[in-house]
Every structure is written in structure tokens, then in C-alpha cells.
């Protein structure tokens, strides 16, 4: 299994969008979010849009400090860039956003915002910034608010591997290179975490931990008590690792038949007593 999870490509997204749920689930009931928002007709979408659903309401978490109205949120996972074409490209989507309003100026530029969230400062995208007139201030650790006429919109850059600890592990342990203090501490508090939803948006973002940081998540599977409350946490992918393990085995099995018996793959697996129904997903990784 751990050979498969390191060949596969890691799909970081549905771990952020996890991630950003948890992050504000003290006012879960005054945000409300919209994955892969699209923007028309064509396959341009925003990765995430949070609507904030009354303005009385305070955001809690220093993240959601800058939002207005409608907050457009862009993640960068670790293997992507953030180029200056990449921040244009985000700022375009708010601006694709604003004017595909129903009516006109329905969604007035004062009430937009625009997040964009990578694991590594973006040393270079900030130079250029810099140079072509931005200021670019770090209000909280790890959260750049950029300002001058290259901001059409309030924004913030957001480098995950800067963030306070206490505050946002949830999104720290997004990366190839989680801290064993990160993990354990996120682990923990989100065992306190019981609603049907936030449990579905932590094994979301475990499951790509997991995958991305396979070697220290089975030194902390070794911590007995940290190990039963991983397992409480992520009991679907246990449960989907220890079916792969058995296919495994079954392809193998059949494999062997197939070379020594000179079987046929339908042959192999009536031996071996797999149901029918099964056949083609065997076959499917012959």
C-alpha cells in the first residue's frame, strides 16, 4: 500500500476544502462555501467561494479577517507555482465573478475579496509586487495582506507553513513535510470534533496527509493511543486499505494460476471463488 500511495498523484484539493471548513467551523452557520464555483458556462471555476451570509457576525479565525461579502479562494497545493500570472489569473476570477452579477453592479468590488493560499513564501511573486508598486504587510503570521493599484480587490496571500501552530494546524499538515508535533496535536483536537460534516472534512484532510506523509503517520499508527484515535478518524480508508491489500493478494493469485495452470483470467478467479460480479474490476487490473 505504501509503494501505491506514493506513486499516486495526491489530490490536495478536497483536503484543503476540508481544511478551510475546519478552520472556520466556529462560524459554520455565517459562512457558506461553494467548491469548484463556476463562472460560466465554460470549465473556468474558483476553487472555493465563501459567501458570508450576514455582515453582524464576527469571523473568528484571523483568516477570514479580511472578508467582505463574497470571498474568492484560491489554494495552491505544494506542487504548484505562484507566479505573478498565477496571482492575475485569481484577481481575473474575482473580476469574472463581479461582473457575471444578474443585474448590474449586483455584486458590488468593495464587497469582494481574494485569498490565495500556499504551503512556501512566494519570494518571487512578492519581489515582483514590490516592484511594480505593491505593499505587501504581514498582519498574522504567515497571512500577507497586499495593497496599491496591483490589488483591485482586498487580498491576501496566505503561506500555510507559516502559520501560528495553535491556530492552524489543520492546514499546516497539508504539506510533504508535516511536523509529528502537527499531526498529534490535529489528531487530538479533532477527536473532540463529532458532527457527521466535520468528521467527513477531517478524514478529508487526513487522507491526504496520509498519503503525502505515509512514513510518519505509521511511526504515530505505533503510538498505541495515538494509533486507536487515528483509526477512530479515518476507520473508511482502514477499511479501503485493507480491501486494496486483499485484492492485492486475489491479483496475485490469479496472476499465478493464469502462468502455471495456463488458465484463462475467467478460469483463475472460479477457482479462487470470487464472484462474478467482481470479474471486472479484476480484470480491469490484469
Known amino acids: 500500500m505504501a509503494d501505491n500511495l506514493e506513486i499516486m498523484k495526491i489530490q490536495w484539493h478536497p ?34 467561494l465563501v459567501i458570508r451570509k450576514t455582515t453582524d457576525a464576527r469571523i473568528e479565525n484571523e483568516l477570514g479577517h479580511i472578508f467582505k ?20 489569473k485569481t484577481v ?13 453592479n449586483q455584486i458590488p468590488a468593495e464587497e ?10 512566494p519570494r518571487e511573486l512578492f519581489g515582483m509586487l514590490a516592484q511594480m508598486g505593491s505593499e505587501i504587510e504581514e498582519h498574522y503570521p504567515g497571512i500577507y495582506y497586499i495593497y496599491g ?4 480587490f482586498d487580498t491576501q496571500i496566505v503561506v500555510t507553513s507559516q502559520l501560528d501552530q495553535e491556530l492552524h494546524r489543520t492546514l499546516r499538515i497539508l504539506s510533504k513535510n508535516v511536523l509529528e508535533e502537527d499531526a498529534r496535536a490535529f489528531i487530538k483536537a479533532a477527536l473532540r470534533l463529532t458532527e457527521p460534516g466535520e468528521r467527513n472534512n477531517i478524514e478529508a484532510v487526513l487522507q491526504v496527509s496520509v498519503s503525502a506523509n505515509h512514513v510518519l503517520y505509521e511511526t504515530i499508527r505505533r503510538d498505541d493511543p495515538m494509533c486507536d484515535a487515528l483509526r477512530e478518524l479515518m476507520k473508511e480508508e482502514i477499511e479501503e486499505e485493507k480491501a486494496a491489500a486483499k485484492q492485492q493478494t486475489l ?9 502455471t495452470m495456463k488458465w484463462t483470467a475467467e478460469q ?18 490484469l
Open 69 to 88: 461579502k463574497y470571498n474568492i479562494v484560491e489554494y495552491k497545493s505544494p506542487e504548484d507555482g505562484l507566479t505573478i500570472d498565477d496571482y492575475y
Open 149 to 152: 493599484k496591483q490589488a483591485l
Open 15 to 48: 483536503g484543503f476544502y476540508g481544511a478551510a471548513e475546519l478552520e472556520f467551523v466556529k462560524n459554520k452557520g455565517d459562512l457558506e462555501f461553494q467548491q469548484e464555483y463556476n463562472l460560466s458556462k465554460e470549465p473556468i471555476s474558483i476553487d472555493l
Open 112 to 121: 469582494v475579496t481574494v485569498s490565495i493560499f500556499r504551503e512556501t513564501y
Open 268 to 285: 483463475a478467479m472460479a477457482a479462487l471463488s470470487i464472484p462474478q460480479g467482481d470479474w471486472p474490476e479484476y480484470m480491469a487490473k
Open 92 to 104: 481575473g476570477y474575482a473580476c469574472l465573478y463581479k461582473g457575471l452579477g444578474e443585474t448590474v
Open 251 to 259: 491479483l496475485e493469485a490469479i496472476k499465478n494460476l493464469m502462468q
